[in-house]
Nanobody
Framework: VQLQASGGGLVQAGGSLRLSCAAS????????VGWFRQVPGFEREFIAR???????YYTDPVKDRFTISRDNTENTAYLQMNSLEPEDTAVYYC??????????????????WGQGTQVTVSS
């Protein structure tokens, strides 16, 4: 199983980025996908999740700015990030968990992880 996160980069405050999470080696349509982010010295923070049925969930810091989606035909999940703020600077990780239709908000609930992609937002 492999998850490949990509799409990070340097952007000015107010800008946008779209992260991708390409999965292989698993039945992607049976898995929920979560996005997390981590700043050095801090714990990994859960920010969004999409169920196998396409239902999204967002935490308050990103709600109304980020949109999670998935394309099961491409085995890929996406995180569209708009109105980026310097506080969004972090390494972003995608993760997958076999979806029994639960609420998967904790890192240790996820089975597989991508390698992370750096997002830097300048002020």
């Amino acid at each position: 199983v492999q998850l490949q996160a990509s799409g990070g980069g340097l952007v000015q405050a107010g800008g946008s980025l779209r992260l991708s999470c390409a999965a292989s080696g698993l039945t992607f349509s049976s898995y929920a996908v979560g996005w997390f982010r981590q700043v050095p010295g801090f714990e990994r923070e859960f920010i969004a999740r999409i169920s196998r049925n396409g239902y999204p969930y967002y935490t308050d810091p990103v709600k109304d700015r980020f949109t999670i989606s998935r394309d099961n035909t491409e085995n890929t999940a996406y995180l569209q990030m708009n109105s980026l703020e310097p506080e969004d600077t972090a390494v972003y990780y995608c993760a997958a968990v076999y979806d029994y239709l639960g609420n998967y908000n904790l890192p240790n609930e996820y089975d597989y992880w991508g390698q992370g992609t750096q997002v830097t937002v300048s002020s």
